[in-house]
C-alpha cells in the first residue's frame, strides 16, 4: 500500500518556521535558512525555473521525494494563509497558475470549498479530518506514495493519530530561538519511530524514521 | 584554551527528560529510553562496575566523551534535585560515594555551601552565575575540556549567554510527547551552531555542532 511520506526541515531546535511571518518573511524570523540547503540543489532550480545549482549528498533524498509521489495533503495555510472562511472570490493559494506538485492535491480546512484546478494540480478542500484527506488522497495516488506538505499543525494531527509512515526530517544547523514548533501537542502514547537513515549533507541532515505500528 | 563541551541524550521530539519526574523515574515518563544507548556499551558498564555490554558506533564517540575532561558543570538538580536551601544537614546528590565524574565539578546553584569531598570528585558550589562557574572550571581542568552535564536549566543558560563550544546532541528515536526541553527560552540571535560530524550508532544518532564566535 501507499505510504503516507512526510517531509519538512526543521531547525535544530525544532521550529518549521521563525517567529513573526510577515508578507516579506512568510517563514519568520530567520526561517528562510531552513531551506537553503534545498533552494542551491540544481535537483530543485530546474524544475523551479532557475539555472545552476549544485549536485550535492542532499540530492539523492530530495530526488527520491519528488519521483514516487502521487498526491499530496497539506494544511490550509500552506495552501494559502489566513484562517476564516474562504470568502466570495476566494485566494487561490501561494501557488500560481503551474504549481509544482503536478498531482492532486488535498488541503485541510474547516471551510468548504469548490475544486481549484491549475495547471497540472487540482486543489481538493477537505472538511472532513485528517483520515478521510489520506483516504481520498490514497484513492488519487495511483498506489504511489502520499506526501504530506505541512505545516507543522497538520504534520501534528497525522503524527498524533499515528498516521505517518515515514518522516523525512532535515534538520538544518540553525538556532531560531522561536517560531512553529513541529514536535508540540503530542502525547508520548503514539507509535515510535524507528531511524533507518542518516544522510550528511551540505548545511543539512536527512534523517529518515519509519513508523511501524 | 581548553573547551566547554556539552553532552546530552535528547528524544526527537526536544526533550531531555519525560513528564511527570517521580523518585522511581527520575527522568519522567519514558525518559530512561534516552540512556539505552549508553547504558548497553562496555565502554559504561566496565567504570560502573558492571559486566558486559557491547562495542559499537556510539563506543568511540562515549570515549572521547571521557577522555580529555578536566573538569564539569552541572545544574543543581544534576547534583541532587529539590528547590530551596540546603539545609542543615544538606543531601549529598545523587552522586555517591565514589562519583563517576573523577575531577573537580561545579555546581550552579543560589544557595551557598561549603564544597563536598567525595573519593575523586570535589563538588564546589558556585552562586555567582554560569560565567563564574566556567572561568573556576577552565583553572581547575588542567588544560583539558570543561564538560557541561546539564541539566536542561543549565544549558540553556549557557546556549543563551553563548559560552558553548562544542555541542554533543544524541537524538534518540523516541517521541516523548511532554518533558523537558532542551532547546527552550532561548532567541535567535545568539551563536550559531555548525555540524561538524554525524554518527549514525545503533538506538541513537550523534550529532556534534560547533559553535564559532
Not at 549528498?57 to 530526488?63: G, K
Not at 505541512?150 to 544547523?173: C, F, R, T
Amino acid at each position: 500500500m501507499s505510504k503516507l511520506r512526510f517531509e519538512i526541515s526543521m531547525s535544530l531546535d525544532g521550529f518549521t518556521a521563525g517567529p513573526d511571518p510577515t508578507e516579506e518573511e512568510p517563514l519568520g524570523k530567520g526561517g528562510e535558512q531552513l531551506h537553503e540547503w534545498v533552494i542551491k540543489l540544481a535537483a530543485w532550480r530546474e524544475p523551479h525555473g532557475r539555472e545552476g545549482g549544485e549536485v550535492n549528498a542532499s540530492t539523492e533524498p530530495f530526488e527520491e521525494s519528488l519521483a514516487n509521489t502521487g498526491a499530496v495533503i497539506m494544511g490550509r495555510n500552506m495552501f494559502g494563509g489566513g484562517p476564516g472562511p474562504w470568502g466570495e472570490e476566494p485566494w487561490e493559494g501561494w501557488w500560481g497558475d503551474e504549481p509544482p506538485f503536478h498531482c492532486p492535491v488535498f488541503v485541510l480546512t474547516h471551510h468548504e470549498r469548490e475544486p481549484l484546478h491549475k495547471q497540472g494540480t487540482t486543489f481538493t478542500f477537505v472538511t472532513d479530518g485528517p483520515e478521510s484527506a489520506l483516504e481520498q488522497a490514497r484513492e488519487a495516488s495511483g498506489g504511489k506514495d502520499i506526501s504530506l506538505g505541512g505545516g507543522a499543525n497538520a504534520a501534528q494531527q497525522y503524527l498524533a493519530a499515528g498516521l505517518i509512515d515515514e518522516l523525512n526530517l532535515n534538520v538544518v544547523p540553525v538556532l531560531l530561538g522561536s517560531g512553529t514548533r513541529l514536535f508540540d501537542n503530542l502525547d508520548g502514547d503514539g507509535v515510535q519511530p524507528e531511524l533507518v537513515r542518516v544522510i550528511d549533507a551540505p548545511g543539512v541532515t536527512h534523517l529518515r524514521y519509519r513508523f511501524v505500528r
